[in-house]
């Protein structure tokens, strides 16, 4: 018993260094924004913005089919919606082949700059504003305090 009393100050002694280290920062990036400020990014944004336009047309359409598959609950409406759902998978999954691609070149560039940016700011993680605010992953961030694109675009131009 007298042992634990004894190690137990050591071992509290020894979690003090931790306690003090800083906290993890997390920061945002318009990656987008980014991505425009460099040379030959203008394939990359038009491509992106088609994908965009192209989803979104069909995410409606699948809403439209859901709505009236509950309200009907019909077999053949049931059915409509199933395909449109795998027509959306299978378009998505080319799309994003086609944006890897174009975007490949343009990746290196803006990665880095990410990178650079983060680590002379004390940032543990960034995310991609708009992958954050699609997925519903944040929500909230106080913009002012974690946006890091300016300082990102900053370090692209040099």
């Avoid at 280290?21 to 990359?44: I, N």
């Avoid at 700011?121 to 708009?130: A, I, K, M, T």
């Avoid at 944040?138 to 305090?145: E, G, K, L, S």
């Amino acid at each position: 018993m007298r042992k634990a009393f004894l190690i137990l100050p050591l071992a509290l002694l020894a979690t003090v260094p931790h306690a003090q280290q800083r906290k993890g920062r997390v920061g945002f990036v318009d990656v987008q924004q980014a991505v425009a400020t460099l040379p030959g990014s203008s394939g990359y944004l038009s491509l992106s913005k088609k994908v965009d336009a192209d989803l979104a047309k069909k995410q409606a359409r699948i809403q439209q089919l859901a709505t009236k598959a509950a309200a009907t609950r019909s077999a053949a409406d049931q059915q409509a919606l199933g395909h449109a759902q795998r027509d959306f998978l299978a378009t998505q999954k080319g799309h994003q082949s086609r944006l890897n691609t174009a975007f490949g070149p343009l990746a290196k560039k803006v990665n880095a700059a990410i990178a650079s940016v983060a680590k002379s700011n004390g940032y543990s993680v960034v995310f991609d504003r708009r992958i954050a605010a699609q997925s519903k992953l944040v929500v909230y961030a106080n913009t002012q305090a974690t946006d890091l694109t300016a300082a990102v675009i900053k370090a692209l131009k040099k």
